[in-house]
């Protein structure tokens, strides 16, 4: 031992975490302690404006129906996101997980969606949509003879926006899922196959809650990070039309980096990151239920 | 025999110092790379397409020459909110990226406003205040000054021009649309929705394309959008029927942008449509296309106010941060650019560089931009682009939302206005 004693032992773990522990108070503690300070303020940067106003940004944003509209709006797209991801990833990693010609290919092809940086996905397809030159819109007027106009109508292009983000993430999700189906061992469907089990059977009852952890893991993941990514929506849509494909990131953008609000959009943050920790919270509990050795 | 070897509390005391000074050495070394460097050349910021012509003015007219002052021409941010956030931060940190910026009248209102850019009067002769016309100066008390100091000065005087096909309305045997209500009537003219052919389109996508189009339609109705008043209620509505019930817009507009609009007049799917004036080089970019009746512009049709406010004016000036670190040196670039002796000459470089002061409107010649100008000024048809004298691209970015669920009958019209008018009182 280097030092002789207990109480030299704690100086020396202390002397050993204190960077760690500054470097977090001042990249982690410090922000959030001053983002919620600054949601009891109405600083803004133009007018120097620093008046503590308590719980007003907060009335008010808890009281704008654009608001409460774009807090809709988000978990929709957040929760059909997940689910959609979670169903599609799943397909495309049991398709991949089989044995077949090409299968090496085809796990490589499915990556490219995803390979893709967002934001030039999102100017992609805002082409491919284009009413009049768009590779959909001639394929859908091929079909059906109309023009259409996909991110033109609210519901539309709420639609639109979810479907483009699914397709940008299934395919991380399928190759999380293909690495998880790999680790199920071939005698567990063996034996169940021996016992009668059909193909539904045997997904519901070996694949599903042997993938379990991994669903609940995942789903919390990306259920994080799509609440507090905005650049799809900003590239495909920039929240339009009106605001029905505004989210919340995109509000805190434009409240706090546009217009300067520091202090209301510190109060939008300080929701956000709320909503962040109780989901963070659900999925550790649920992560613990299904967390079986 | 054990492998393990202790560690000497002297040995451990060593390493630790040891450790500790060479951090210590490692961050005075990077701290000291990372302290502000003083730049040796004054630095102009601009932006790309415009870049090269700022190399030759100072080349060849001889700035450097005349004042020792070396300049860097370095590219500001292309758009209007990433130029913000980077200049929020560097004043915040008592500096500033550029000397001398050329900036849009959006930044002008959100910089001036935040009391970022130095007062220019100083630096202003009345020899060259004597060379703005009336639409100019009408320009610039609007956009350029705030509490009585002028904060910039337009080298760029840009109008929202009216184009339009005129080979298609003399097959058609159509005059132009002189009015609002002649408008109306040019979609049973024109637009083929199976073909995918228009009488108009526009960029209606938010982020400062589809005010644009607001904003002019509100001041041809005789009002300002950002008063939330009968004018864009009548502009609304307008917009709304030529989409909805005269089917002379396209309403997939509202999510086009000016590339998609411009591409689909070049791809003859629109007879006319308001554009800026860099819609006369786009179309002259594509040769075996362009033909000069494809793409003709003509007096904007008259709204409900008349004639005087049928469109509006804007541009591009210079204006120098209060924490530009070579801030003397850009003072003098200043009043090199805006001298009447250099002001018409700037034009032999660059269209960019064309306003309406009486001397670059008679060095400019004949061509086709300048005509256009002046067929505009001589017709008495321009007014100054309406503003938000408080937060300009928070009220945008309202009524752009507002207009944008109208335009897409996502709200009823006097449920728009009532949003409207609750934000804008709410930003007053």
């Not at chain 1, 905005?230 to 029905?244: A, E, K, R």
């Not at chain 2, 050329?102 to 100083?122: C, H, I, K, T």
């Not at chain 2, 073909?195 to 108009?200: E, F, H, I, L, P």
Request: aromatic residues 14%.
């Amino acid at each position: 031992m280097i030092f002789g004693n207990r109480q030299k032992t704690i100086w020396l773990f202390s002397l050993l975490v204190a960077p760690v522990l500054l470097l977090r108070l001042a990249t982690a503690a410090y922000p959030i302690g001053k983002t919620f300070w600054l949601s009891l303020t109405d600083t803004h940067l133009f007018d120097n404006e620093h008046a503590f106003v308590g719980l007003r940004n907060y009335y008010h944003l808890l009281s704008d129906p654009d608001f409460l509209s774009t807090m809709f709006f988000s978990f929709i797209y957040i929760a059909a996101s997940t689910l959609l991801e979670l169903i599609f990833g799943l397909l495309i990693a049991l398709m991949l997980n089989n044995k077949f010609k090409g299968r090496l290919f085809a796990r490589a092809i499915n990556l490219i969606p995803w390979a893709i940086p967002t934001i030039v996905a999102a100017f992609i397809f805002r082409w491919f949509l284009d009413d009049q030159f768009g590779l959909i819109s001639h394929w859908w007027h091929g079909l059906t003879g109309q023009h259409i106009a996909f991110l033109n109508t609210a519901l539309s292009a709420q639609m639109t926006v979810i479907l483009v983000n699914v397709w940008k993430n299934a395919s991380f999700m399928a190759v999380i899922f293909l690495a998880g189906l790999q680790g199920v061992p071939d005698e567990i469907y063996e034996a169940a196959r021996l016992d009668g089990a059909g193909a539904i059977a045997r997904f519901c009852h070996i694949t599903v809650p042997m993938l379990m952890p991994l669903l609940i893991t995942m789903s919390m993941y990306f259920l994080i990070w799509q609440l507090a990514s905005f650049d799809l929506v900003y590239g495909l849509t920039g929240g339009g039309p009106g605001i029905s494909t505004e989210i919340v990131p995109l509000n805190i953008f434009h409240e706090g980096l546009i217009f300067f609000k520091f202090g209301y959009a510190s109060a939008v943050s300080v929701v956000l990151m709320a909503i962040v920790a109780v989901i963070g919270f659900v999925g550790v509990k649920q992560f613990k239920r299904y967390n079986y050795e | 025999m054990s492998d393990t070897r202790k560690l000497c509390r002297r040995a451990f005391v060593k390493k630790t110092g040891q450790a500790v000074v060479t951090t210590a050495l490692a961050s005075g070394l990077f701290i000291s790379g990372c302290r502000k460097k003083e730049h040796t050349k004054l630095k102009l910021g601009v932006t790309g397409f415009s870049a090269d012509a700022y190399r030759k003015i100072i080349d060849e007219l001889g700035f450097t020459e005349q004042t020792g002052i070396e300049v860097d021409i370095v590219l500001r941010p292309k758009t209007t909110n990433e130029l913000l956030i980077q200049m929020a931060s560097s004043v915040q940190a008592g500096t500033s990226p550029y000397d001398l910026i050329d900036f849009e009248d959006a930044v002008a209102m959100s910089l001036s406003r935040a009391g970022w850019l130095a007062p220019l009067d100083s630096l202003i002769s009345q020899e060259v205040w004597n060379d703005f016309t009336p639409a100019l100066m009408d320009l610039t008390k609007t956009w350029d000054q705030y509490k009585g100091e002028t904060f910039r000065i337009h080298h760029n005087f840009e109008m929202c021009y009216w184009w339009y096909r005129k080979d298609w309305f003399d097959l058609k045997g159509t005059s132009v649309p002189k009015n609002w209500d002649d408008v109306r009537e040019m979609g049973k003219v024109f637009t083929d929705k199976n073909s995918g052919v228009w009488a108009t389109e526009e960029a209606l996508i938010k982020n400062f394309n589809l005010s644009v189009y607001f904003e002019w339609i509100t001041r041809q109705a005789g009002g300002n959008p950002y008063h939330a008043d009968q004018a864009l209620e009548t502009a609304l509505q307008y917009i709304h029927d030529l989409m909805f019930k005269h089917d002379t817009m396209n309403p997939a507009c509202i999510q086009k942008n000016y590339d998609q609009q411009n591409n689909d007049y070049i791809a003859d799917r629109v007879a006319f449509m308001r554009q800026w004036p860099f819609f006369y080089d786009v179309t002259r970019q594509h040769k075996q296309w362009f033909a000069p009746d494809k793409v003709v512009c003509g007096l904007p049709p008259v709204g409900p106010a008349g004639m005087n406010t049928s469109t509006y004016a804007c541009g591009w000036g210079w204006g120098i941060p209060k924490t530009a670190p070579k801030f003397d040196e850009a003072c003098e670039l200043f009043k090199f650019l805006i001298a009447s002796k250099n002001a018409p000459k700037l034009i032999d470089y660059s269209s960019w560089f064309l306003n309406a002061r009486h001397s670059v409107l008679k060095a400019a010649g004949n061509s086709g931009l300048v005509n256009n100008m002046k067929m505009y000024l001589d017709a008495g048809i321009v007014t100054t682009r309406p503003l938000h004298w408080r937060r300009y691209i928070e009220a945008v970015t309202k009524i752009e939302n507002v207009a944008s669920a109208y335009l897409t009958n996502q709200i009823s019209l006097p449920e728009a206005m009532t949003s409207a008018r609750a934000k804008m009182a709410f930003l007053s």
